[in-house]
């Protein structure tokens, strides 16, 4: 698997040349919020949802501080 940026807000998954996952974020000032994370019905449940986000607070830690959904809180390890 390989997990790239695509744009400053876009953190993308692919596994074997196809893109099977998406991040999506909005970032002002040191601000960074999570708008949306889709992986492909295919490619659930093997992990890609976390390795997404784990690369999302490698590039930007103060993410996981506010994070109010429990469904992302477990997937950080915060819950």
Known sequence: MKIDWQSDHALCAWIDGQQVAMLDISQEADDVTVNMLFV??????????????????????????????PRLRALLGKA
Do not use: M, T
């Open 40 to 69: 492909k019905p295919p490619f659930r449940r093997r992990g890609i949802g976390r390795a997404l986000l784990q690369q999302l607070l490698l590039c930007h830690p103060q993410a996981g501080l506010v994070c109010s959904d």
